[in-house]
């Protein structure tokens, strides 16, 4: 049985960033950043705001997840976010 491999590259690390950024890498190499404030208006994110729900966020199958509850797609992370050099900002 032939592997099925996806079309898009996984998350591999995540770091949240004080500012509702993630900063992460892929499977390819690659390293994005990702803005998640536009995703909090809606209501499955509002509660990423309070209680410092935010920094929770993990890599799970190849994606960013919260809780078993609350993630993002890895397709969405990788088509949207913003091409990165370097090394990940530290959180003030």
Do not use: C
Request: no cysteine; charged share 25%.
């Amino acid at each position: 049985m032939t592997e099925i491999k996806p079309l898009l590259p996984r998350v591999t690390k995540v770091k949240a960033l004080d500012n509702f950024e993630l900063w992460l890498e892929f499977k390819d190499g690659s390293v994005k950043s990702f803005d998640v404030k536009p995703y909090l208006e809606f209501p499955a994110f509002q509660r990423l705001k309070l209680g410092g729900a935010f920094a929770k966020a993990h890599v799970s199958n190849g994606t960013v997840v919260w809780d078993d509850m609350l993630d993002l797609a890895p397709e969405t992370l990788y088509l949207k976010g913003v091409a990165q050099t370097g090394q990940a900002p530290t959180n003030n």
